[in-house]
């Protein structure tokens, strides 16, 4: 049984103009009515999800600016870098670290010392390809010039920086 009551609304998804019978009718079908729903809970979602990140972040990086020795992974939270680059990093040399018994920590004091000392940025640039017997130029007295017909010729393998 329908109310008496008849007000003239306009759709809140939509925006058509509609005939409500109760006056806490918004939309003027059910398809308008679950868009709505649908997109309100799309909207909480998003937000809640934001507030975590925003949260979870904030107090782990501030725990890691205030420890004196970091981990690994700790270190490229900080640097913004991957945990394979930071190893990469560590196994160059370019950053120290102290391993015990298989736990790899780093002082954050000489990360510091690395960033106050920076080197001078070079280009990178492509890997060249020597001839077999380049190196041997300076030992045999020949020239590079036959080396390099004699490793075309018989197709010798080649040396990119020192590997096979």
Same mark, same amino acid.
């Given at each position: 049984?329908?109310?008496?009551?008849?007000?003239?609304?306009?759709?809140?998804?939509?925006?058509?103009?509609? !005939?409500?019978?109760?006056?806490? &009718?918004?939309?003027?079908?059910? =398809?308008?009515?679950?868009?709505? #729903?649908? @997109?309100?809970?799309?909207?909480? *979602?998003?937000?809640?999800?934001?507030?975590?990140?925003?949260?979870?972040?904030?107090?782990?990086?501030?725990?890691?600016?205030?420890?004196?020795? $970091?981990?690994? !992974?700790? !270190?490229?939270? $900080?640097?913004?870098?991957?945990?394979? !680059? %930071?190893?990469? #990093? $560590? %196994?160059?040399?370019?950053?120290? @670290?102290? =391993?015990? *018994?298989?736990? &790899? /920590?780093?002082?954050?004091?000489? %990360?510091? /010392?690395?960033?106050? &000392?920076? /080197?001078?940025?070079?280009?990178? &640039?492509?890997? *060249?390809? #020597?001839? /077999?017997?380049?190196?041997?130029?300076?030992?045999?007295?020949?020239?590079?010039?036959?080396?390099?017909? $004699?490793?075309?010729?018989?197709?010798?393998?080649?040396?990119?920086?020192?590997? %096979?």
């Amino acid at each position: 049984m329908r109310n008496l009551i008849r007000i003239q609304k306009k759709c809140e998804w939509c925006g058509k103009e509609f !005939t409500a019978y109760k006056c806490s &009718t918004r939309f003027c079908c059910k =398809q308008c009515n679950d868009h709505a #729903y649908k @997109a309100k809970k799309r909207e909480l *979602k998003v937000q809640s999800v934001n507030e975590n990140l925003a949260s979870k972040n904030e107090p782990e990086i501030i725990r890691i600016q205030e420890k004196e020795f $970091l981990s690994p !992974t700790e !270190t490229a939270q $900080l640097l913004g870098m991957s945990r394979a !680059t %930071l190893y990469r #990093y $560590l %196994l160059n040399g370019f950053i120290p @670290a102290v =391993q015990f *018994k298989g736990k &790899t /920590k780093i002082r954050r004091s000489s %990360l510091e /010392k690395i960033f106050d &000392t920076p /080197k001078q940025y070079q280009k990178h &640039t492509k890997n *060249k390809i #020597y001839p /077999k017997f380049a190196r041997e130029e300076k030992h045999t007295g020949v020239p590079s010039i036959l080396i390099n017909i $004699l490793h075309l010729k018989h197709r010798t393998p080649t040396l990119r920086n020192g590997i %096979l």
